[in-house]
């Protein structure tokens, strides 16, 4: 199997995504081709022994549509909201010159006037010749047996002109144009928020050969090569800095330009910017692989994740079209005028229906992208906004997941010491921030640990390992076992117990600092959530003091499995969760809540595939706000929806009783496309994800 990316130019909404999605899948050796329209590419799926690219080029031409050369390089995107504001503005213009035309034309006779001066053959040419780009779209569905929203229209204008109405058809077709200007630059406006964010994407890189520096285009770059960057310059790969200092702006990943330096031995992403200084830099993931990579590719695969609104949309505006048929055939046969039928033809807009969650979502999505929240599906903003629940993991979430050993007690004669060492010995090889505590502590006792031998890990419990010959085990009380002489009670530390030779042989304490603006952002919150509580596999005292002093509830002592069934008790009690984490340790529940939060990932892969929902830096700001992005948006989706839905039962009423000229209905028809830009731009132009 082989996968490519083609860049298509034309599909413009979700009938002409279906419409190459059918063609493509038709081809001999095509497996799969998912159409994504925001991005305005495909991504097929074909078994490459049968050779099918030159018929999968020639099954989109043939549906309509144009094969643009290459998939990977952006587009430059001129439109900015000046331009948006001033191509509105031409719109309104020209529509308001037609129609203007078009209602004095009819009341006060020039149409009829015009009739009888010009030949009617020029009339029927002039529709023809206008409407031609649109006629074969009509005639290629057609062929394929499908209908689109322009076959109604069509039908309506050879309606008008078999009885005679040429000037009615003429103007039809004006308006058709119109209204495929209309929707095209309504799907534009939505690409540029991802197009953006793609075209911060590096195009080059200059890598160190043998016979000295050369400038390549990123394709050529492979991991290994050794990258130079100058002072202003962006950084073309993912890989670490071998040579140099630079002050690093990494708001292409974090939304955040609060600059990090970057020292050798430090790593530094793709797209992010080194100033104040030269660097060089071994390259270790390039391109797609990259974290900010991987973010646009999401972004891009977002659209698949269609959430319940958005799936129920696109099936209505599938049956849209035949009821709009079905009324035009019961306006003839009840009421019996052709320009009444016309009119209903001409003035239904299926296209809006498809149009007004995928405009409002990808708009909410590439504009949080660019901030630093990668929400990976329209799924996503819904369930977030219809949430109720919301659990959070404590170590690494609430608090930062660096802890600190504070404390070493030793007991049964063993010296703090020697307690330490064979601690840090076992611990060597650990992934646990605990883990990591525990060696920082002897490293600064500058202890020389001895190697382990038969490591083992149990999650959620801790480690153990043969040392010096003897058996060391380190964890909670439940893996190594607890001693009636130690106090085990100190407020929000966690206790390390340590067994040599299944003997207690003394405890570690470790102290993990608060996260800021944890409380503020709870605060924040409560308004949306009506449950919140802590999931943490830490020790009960250790995660009681912490959720009172947040005021949440909580459950401790939970092992990773059990994090999983306490999100879907949740679940299975009718509420939608969100569960908040650092992504690492608590992917498995991240993956099962219907939101999972990833909080912190830049850089980390792991958290970014887990989750549904990835903050790309530290800071709990992001998650109200994010979840006011998705109350936002689903509230733009909804009014979208009602929109089009009042204005289409408001147009089919008022056609089909004869009170809608055809002239006039074909200039309404874009009023719902119109609408759901303006409506859905709030998302774009307001910032809503800030750090402050
Ligand atoms: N490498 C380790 N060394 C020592 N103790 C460990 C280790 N791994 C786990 N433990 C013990 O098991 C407990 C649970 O670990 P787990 O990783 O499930 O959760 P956590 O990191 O404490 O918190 P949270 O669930 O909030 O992320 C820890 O509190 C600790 O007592
Ligand atoms: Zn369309």
Redesign the pocket.
Known sequence: MERRELAVDGMDCAGCARSVKGAIEQVQGVQEADVRLMAGKVVVTANANAQPWPAVSDAIERAGYTVADSASEPKESAATQTHTRRSMGVLAAVAAAVLAMAVLGHGLGVFAWIERVVPWPLGVAATFGLGYPVFKKVAVATLNRRIIAHTLMAVGVAAALATGEWVTALIIVIFMRLGDYVESFTTERARDALRTLVHQTPQQARIERESGTEQVSIGEVVPGDVVQVRPGEKIPVDGTVLEGHATIDQSAITGESMPVEAMPGDSVFAATVAHGGRLRIRAEEIGEDTTFGRVVQMVEEAEAHRGRMQQWADQFSGYYLPFVAAAAGATYLIGGSIMATVAVLVVACSCAFALATPVAMLAAIGTSARQGVLIKGGKYIEALAQADTLLI?????LTLGEPRITDVISINGITEAELLRLAAAT?QH?E????AA?RRAATARELDLPPPHDFE?V?????RATVDGTTVA???AS?VGNAPGISTNRPGQ?P?YVSVDDELAGVLWAADAERAGVQSALDALRNHFDTLEI?????EQTAEVVAERFGLAYRAE???DDKIAAVRAHQDAGRTVVMVGDGV??APALAQADVGIAMGAGGTDVAIDAAHIVLMRDDWALVPAVVQTATRALGVVKSNLVLTAVYNMLALGAASVGYLPPVLAAALHSIPDLGILANSSRLLRRSSVTAD
Do not use: C, I, Q
Not at 432 to 435: E, R
């Open positions: 993991d404590k170590t690494g979430t611990e650990s646990h921030p605990l883990g525990v890990a999650p959620g419990r801790g480690v380190v964890g909670n893996f966690t390390l999931l943490t596999g830490d020790a939970l092992l990773p340790n608590d």
